[in-house]
C-alpha cells in the first residue's frame, strides 16, 4: 500500500488497483501514518525510504 502511496496515487486510485475501497484505503493510511507517527503521507513515504521499508 505504501509503495502505491509512494507513487503519489490518491485513495481512490490506490482502491481501484487493489480492488478495496476508498474507505478501506483511507483507514489503512491512516493506520500507516498513525504507526510511523506522520502527519503526511510524503512524510511517511519518507520514513519507509529511509529506513529502506521501500
Known amino acids: 500500500m505504501l509503495a502505491l502511496v509512494s507513487r503519489g496515487l490518491t485513495n481512490e486510485q490506490v482502491a481501484q488497483t487493489l480492488t478495496l475501497s476508498q474507505h478501506t484505503i483511507h483507514r489503512h493510511v491512516a493506520n500507516i501514518l498513525a504507526k510511523l507517527?506522520?502527519?503526511?503521507?510524503?512524510?511517511?513515504?519518507?520514513v519507509a525510504m529511509t529506513t529502506r521499508v521501500l
Not at 507517527?37 to 519518507?46: E, G, I, K, L
Open 37 to 46: 507517527d506522520q502527519p503526511t503521507r510524503a512524510a511517511a513515504v519518507s
